[in-house]
């Protein structure tokens, strides 16, 4: 599984847009890149998954460049509720990879 | 997406005892993932529940420690053996819904679970 390399931390104010990138340098040819959302004392939440270019839904856009080697999730406009610790996954289960999770990036959002 | 649940979803309890945790979930699923997060870190990973097979379980991590059972493909079991402090944490149970091994994870909301 491709090693990833987040920021531990941002902070932003309700309303601003708020980019969090994911380095993964060894990402391998079969790897999807997948964000999940965690708040405190909850299991994490499926944000949004990519394989290439851009994907979008209700809720983040993921953006990731021809190399692969990075990844941005853009969150629009964000509200106090959106503070939360965010989780940048990359891998694909053939039998052979380890799932890990790296630290993660704890976001502020303040009024 | 799936619906999981957790049972249960917090317990107490006394050094050497075991404790069952079971994981439902709302559909047929065939990757089903056991984790273990200590406060204010990140998910690390027990095990894989097959259904019909042994558990694959991760490096650090023994079936005699932690048996899996998945005797379905919409429930599955851990149980935490021989409890010690160190064991105090949140344990929660995913499924992989994509079919193809992608991870796109769908999580319980844990079980936290205090050894004392």
């Known amino acids: 599984l491709a090693k990833t390399t987040q920021p531990i931390s941002m902070d932003s104010y309700e309303g601003q847009e708020v980019n969090i990138t994911c380095s993964h340098n060894?990402?391998?040819?079969?790897?999807?890149i997948t964000w999940y959302q965690q708040f405190p004392s909850q299991g994490p939440r499926f944000i949004i998954q990519?394989?290439?270019t851009k994907v979008t839904n209700e809720v983040a856009s993921l953006f990731i460049p021809a190399d692969r080697k990075s990844s941005t999730l853009s969150l629009p406009r964000v509200s106090l509720s959106d503070t939360a610790v965010y989780y940048c996954?990359?891998?694909?289960?053939?039998?052979?990879?380890?799932?890990?999770f790296g630290t993660g990036t704890r976001l502020l959002v303040s009024p | 997406s799936a619906v999981i649940s957790q049972k249960p979803s917090r317990d107490i309890c006394q050094r050497g005892t075991s404790l069952t945790i079971q994981c439902q979930v709302d559909?047929?699923?065939?990757?089903m993932f056991w984790y273990r997060q200590q406060p204010g870190q990140s998910l690390t990973l027990i095990a894989t529940?097959?259904?019909?097979?042994?558990?694959?379980?991760e490096s650090g991590f023994v079936i005699d420690k932690f048996p899996i059972s998945r005797p379905n493909l919409t429930f599955s079991t851990l149980t935490v053996s021989n409890m010690s402090p160190e064991d105090s944490s949140i344990y929660l149970c995913?499924?992989?819904?994509?079919?193809?091994?992608?991870?796109?994870?769908?999580f319980g909301p844990g079980t936290r679970l205090t050894v004392t």
């Open positions: 995913s499924v992989d819904v994509s079919g193809t091994g992608t991870y796109e994870q769908y």
């Open positions: 559909s047929q699923v065939t990757m």
């Open positions: 529940a097959n259904q019909g097979s042994e558990a694959t379980y």
């Open positions: 996954l990359v891998g694909r289960n053939t039998g052979f990879q380890k799932l890990v």
């Open positions: 060894n990402i391998a040819t079969n790897d999807y």
């Open positions: 990519g394989y290439k």
